[in-house]
């Protein structure tokens, strides 16, 4: 089972527009981040996407990435779902609508911004066929385990995958770690966390949040995701423990 990151930044990316590193180095390929998606393949060959980031198009041509199985929505915020319109490329070809799933009020939102997505118009198809978590626990192979989470004000979901005896968790834009979530990602062979910066922040796990979750659920391997530009790679790295890596744009990794 194997863990590719589409996207490893925070919602403006790194750099921001106006040429802004911040503490991160340019000269460093890893600190260049697009917004945060993640993508999950069995043995078989399966592959499932994680929200479908502002950066999607780009991603899926430097990856490669021509063909998905299911696609999952953590939530709503427009780094995380506005390049949905790219799936339209990936329906070409299919008998059917690819399968999606996201929350109760997050499909609601979809529906709501993206009809056209998921009721086809002026003749084009359905590019997605949307259904809740509430009914699913499997998808192209793939067991699923999910759990909201809190995310300042609103929710964000946490997703569990399973095949192969190997497991792939991610919890991105959360702000507190909750019993729910502990019992999801229980000793995960891998997991993809939420890491925006050093600092508290009101809608976002921080560094020292980002390892306790680690520790606390007793990931194999610990991921740090959705990182700013204060986060620079190589000064990340050098202090994070032995099972702790930092994510970067095109990170591959085998459970």
Same mark, same amino acid.
């Given at each position: 089972?194997?863990? *590719?990151?589409?996207?490893?930044?925070?919602?403006?990316?790194?750099?921001? *527009? #106006?040429?802004?590193?911040?503490?991160?180095? /340019?000269?460093? /390929?890893?600190?260049?981040?697009?917004?945060?998606?993640?993508?999950?393949?069995?043995?078989?060959?399966?592959?499932?996407?994680?929200?479908? +980031?502002?950066?999607?198009?780009?991603?899926?041509?430097?990856?490669?990435?021509?063909?998905?199985? #299911?696609?999952?929505? !953590?939530?709503? $915020?427009?780094?995380?779902?506005? =390049?949905?319109?790219?799936?339209?490329?990936?329906?070409? =070809?299919?008998?059917?609508? *690819?399968? =999606? @799933?996201?929350?109760?009020?997050? %499909?609601?939102?979809?529906?709501?911004?993206?009809? @056209? %997505?998921?009721?086809?118009?002026? #003749? @084009? /198809? !359905?590019?997605?066929?949307?259904?809740?978590?509430?009914?699913?626990?499997?998808?192209? &192979?793939?067991?699923?385990?999910?759990?909201?989470?809190?995310?300042?004000?609103?929710? +964000?979901?946490?997703?569990?995958?399973?095949?192969? &005896?190997?497991?792939?968790?991610?919890?991105?834009?959360?702000?507190?770690?909750?019993?729910?979530?502990?019992?999801?990602?229980?000793?995960?062979? *891998?997991?993809?966390?939420?890491?925006?910066?050093?600092?508290?922040?009101?809608? $976002?796990?921080?560094?020292?949040?980002?390892?306790?979750? &680690?520790?606390?659920?007793?990931?194999?391997?610990?991921?740090?995701?959705?990182?700013?530009?204060?986060?620079? @790679?190589?000064?990340?790295?050098?202090?994070? /423990?032995?099972?702790?890596?930092?994510?970067?744009?095109?990170?591959?990794? !085998?459970?």
């Amino acid at each position: 089972m194997k863990l *590719i990151m589409l996207g490893s930044g925070t919602s403006t990316g790194v750099p921001r *527009i #106006g040429n802004d590193w911040g503490s991160c180095d /340019p000269a460093e /390929p890893k600190n260049r981040r697009t917004r945060v998606s993640i993508l999950v393949e069995s043995d078989a060959g399966n592959r499932l996407v994680i929200d479908t +980031s502002t950066d999607m198009r780009q991603q899926f041509l430097t990856n490669g990435i021509d063909r998905i199985d #299911g696609v999952f929505w !953590t939530h709503d $915020h427009a780094d995380h779902c506005h =390049g949905i319109d790219d799936l339209r490329v990936l329906r070409y =070809g299919r008998k059917d609508a *690819i399968p =999606g @799933y996201a929350s109760q009020e997050t %499909v609601r939102r979809l529906r709501q911004r993206f009809d @056209y %997505v998921f009721a086809g118009q002026h #003749g @084009y /198809p !359905t590019i997605v066929k949307l259904d809740t978590l509430d009914r699913m626990r499997m998808c192209a &192979g793939f067991g699923v385990e999910w759990c909201q989470m809190p995310h300042g004000p609103t929710e +964000s979901t946490a997703f569990r995958f399973d095949a192969d &005896g190997k497991s792939i968790s991610y919890a991105t834009d959360f702000s507190a770690i909750t019993d729910d979530m502990l019992d999801l990602l229980d000793e995960t062979d *891998i997991l993809v966390t939420d890491c925006l910066r050093r600092d508290p922040h009101p809608t $976002h796990a921080n560094l020292e949040m980002a390892l306790e979750l &680690g520790r606390r659920c007793k990931a194999g391997t610990t991921v740090l995701s959705h990182l700013d530009k204060s986060m620079d @790679y190589a000064t990340l790295a050098a202090e994070v /423990p032995n099972n702790v890596v930092v994510g970067f744009d095109g990170l591959e990794i !085998t459970a």
